[in-house]
């Protein structure tokens, strides 16, 4: 099983960046999709961006598309979150999540391992 940890996340504001890791140990992620999921309180877990790793395809909630980018970088065995145009609304804790099953996908369970999560918190 693969092990997760966030890190990166932290305080700023309105417009500005921030880029969250997600550092994976215990399996290589070359053959996981990978994905990011927020939760604010109050709220369910909702999906944010996904890469695949059978073709590298990107997916993202229609929230952020063209604002965030997900990347991974295999050797260093960690996927990426770029934030840029950040919004208060984008406060939430942010997880990763790795997943084997075939497609991968956009619902929390379809991930089987997940990370502790990283608070992002954006003020106006």
């Known amino acids: 099983q693969v092990q997760l940890a966030e890190s990166g996340g932290g305080l700023v504001q309105a417009g500005h960046s921030l880029r969250l890791s997600c550092a994976a140990s215990?399996?290589?992620?070359?053959?996981?999709?990978m994905g990011w999921f927020r939760q604010a309180p109050g709220k369910e877990r909702e999906f944010v961006a996904s890469n695949r790793w059978s073709d590298g395809s990107t997916t993202y909630a229609d929230s952020v598309k063209g604002r965030f980018t997900i990347s991974r970088d295999n050797a260093k065995n960690t996927v990426y979150l770029q934030m840029n145009s950040l919004k208060p609304e984008d406060t939430a804790v942010y997880y990763c999540?790795?997943?084997?099953?075939?497609?991968?996908?956009?619902?929390?369970?379809?991930?089987?391992?997940w990370g502790q999560g990283t608070q992002v918190t954006v003020s106006s």
């Open positions: 215990g399996r290589t992620i070359s053959s996981y999709h």
């Open positions: 999540a790795a997943s084997r099953r075939i497609g991968g996908g956009i619902r929390p369970d379809q991930y089987e391992a």
